[in-house]
Antibody, heavy 123, light 107 residues
Framework: EVQLVQSGAEVKKPGESLKISCKGS????????IGWVRQMPGKGLEWMGI????????RYSPSFQGQVTISADKSISTAYLQWSSLKASDTAMYYC????????????????WGQGTLVTVSS | EIVLTQSPATLSLSPGERATLSCRAS??????LAWYQQKPGQAPRLLIY???NRATGIPARFSGSGSGTDFTLTISSLEPEDFAVYYC?????????FGPGTKVDIK
């Protein structure tokens, strides 16, 4: 069974750093893209970026380029999303999702999703 | 960036009724369009990919159609568990974009 299990909820202060994780199981982790999607409270889905764990090829949405860093450790089948300096506007639910078999250069549909990690940034 | 517009924003229907949701792209996305369902407190679920293909395990009451710039998700007869928010997403052009969603609620 394919599963993506994300790390738990976080409460942080503005300016702090954070790294959240997404562990894949039940499939070949290195053979599928993993994307990250933001959902701000009461709002829609925003695609942030994507990584191919097999070779760490990483792409960012222009809206998130320079704001976050996506990485992966294929030895433990885990992808990461990190911030160096959080802002209150980063408060959101963050989902990781697996790209389908038919992605093209990181442009994917997403067939399996993690349960989400709620990040709250407040002073 | 391709902009996806969904209509209506909210659709109020009764169980058993037919739901028709629209997604329009700012330029052609060929058939590279997907639909997702999201229930409160849950992650999105892939329903339809490549405009008209049902994802694994998706009931036959869900169907997708369209190509180019105009797409439709149809739920033939609403079940109680179908009341949710539905998003379209394109993967024709970089970057991937989502529509703003259509909420299907109980009338």
């Amino acid at each position: 069974e394919v599963q993506l299990v994300q790390s738990g909820a976080e409460v942080k202060k503005p300016g702090e750093s954070l790294k959240i994780s997404c562990k894949g199981s039940g499939y070949s982790f290195t053979s599928y893209w993993i994307g990250w999607v933001r959902q701000m409270p009461g709002k829609g889905l925003e695609w942030m970026g994507i990584i191919y764990p097999g070779d760490s090829d990483t792409r960012y949405s222009p809206s998130f380029q320079g704001q976050v860093t996506i990485s992966a450790d294929k030895s433990i089948s885990t992808a990461y999303l990190q911030w160096s300096s959080l802002k209150a506007s980063d408060t959101a639910m963050y989902y990781c999702a697996r790209g389908t078999r038919y992605c093209t250069n990181g442009v994917c549909f997403f067939d399996y999703w993690g349960q989400g990690t709620l990040v709250t940034v407040s002073s | 960036e391709i902009v996806l517009t969904q209509s209506p924003a909210t659709l109020s229907l009764s169980p058993g009724e037919r739901a028709t949701l629209s997604c329009r792209a700012s330029q052609s996305v060929s058939s590279y369009l997907a639909w997702y369902q999201q229930k409160p407190g849950q992650a999105p679920r892939l329903l339809i990919y490549d405009a008209s293909n049902r994802a694994t395990g998706i009931p036959a009451r869900f169907s997708g159609s369209g190509s180019g710039t105009d797409f439709t998700l149809t739920i033939s007869s609403l079940e109680p568990e179908d009341f949710a928010v539905y998003y379209c997403q394109q993967r024709s052009n970089w970057p991937v974009t989502f529509g703003p969603g259509t909420k299907v609620d109980i009338k």
